[in-house]
């Protein structure tokens, strides 16, 4: 059975970009997804860091969008690895969401973003997924890695 979310108030708000599980990466504090991977549509200029310091994911999502800012020009070759990297880095950051993720077995989770048709399934849910799909993948390699340290332990 599909495992659906979007709202912050579902009982799997914590797969949002906009869930407050802070993170370090790259040797700096970013404090959700959202701010780490709308920031790195500026990397390496003073824009990354306003970003990064924006309120809320909604203020860094909305800096994000600025297009008065020069966009990373490899921007669109590099958006789905960044982004894999973050989630990654709120999972293995956080217990008690892994835990979470780890719990939902192997049921297929779907961003239910009615307006994205990348990142979420869209409103008639034949979008791509891709948060979905990142978050099964490091399901399944968070997995992975911890079979594998429970036979270090045993062996």
């Known amino acids: 059975m599909p495992i659906y979310f979007y709202s912050s108030t ?15 990466l790259d040797g700096v504090y970013w404090p959700t997804v959202e701010h780490y991977f709308q920031a790195q549509k500026f990397a390496g200029t003073e824009h990354e860091e306003h ?8 203020q860094a999502k909305a800096l994000g969008r600025r297009r008065d800012w020069p966009l990373r020009e490899d921007w669109e070759a590099v958006k789905v690895d960044l982004m894999r990297r973050a989630v990654r880095r709120k999972f293995e950051t956080h217990a008690d969401i892994r835990a979470v993720l780890l ?7 779907m961003e239910a973003a009615p307006d994205d048709y990348f990142w979420g ?4 849910g034949t979008g791509q997924n891709m948060l979905g799909q990142i978050s099964m993948d490091v399901r399944e390699a968070l997995r992975a890695e911890s079979v594998m340290q429970k ?4 062996g």
Not at 103 to 109: F, L
Not at 121 to 124: A, E, I, L, Q, V
Not at 151 to 154: F, G, I, K, P, V
């Open 51 to 58: 970003v990064r310091r924006a309120k809320t994911a909604k």
């Open 121 to 124: 399934c869209g409103r008639d």
């Open 151 to 154: 036979q270090n332990e045993e």
């Open 10 to 24: 579902d009982d799997y708000a914590c797969f949002s970009n906009f869930s407050p599980h802070g993170f370090e």
């Open 103 to 109: 719990g939902t077995g192997t049921d297929t989770i």
